[in-house]
């Protein structure tokens, strides 16, 4: 697996948690 495709998968999946989680809080992280 190549560390930058794998650090760019993470990236992408704390992105889009960190979205949902703020958006069920009211739009504050």
Known sequence: MDAS???GQA???LV???Q???ASVG???
């Open 5 to 7: 495709n794998c650090l």
């Open 11 to 13: 990236a992408q999946s």
């Open 16 to 18: 889009e948690v960190m």
């Open 20 to 22: 949902t989680r703020s």
């Open 27 to 29: 739009g504050r992280g």
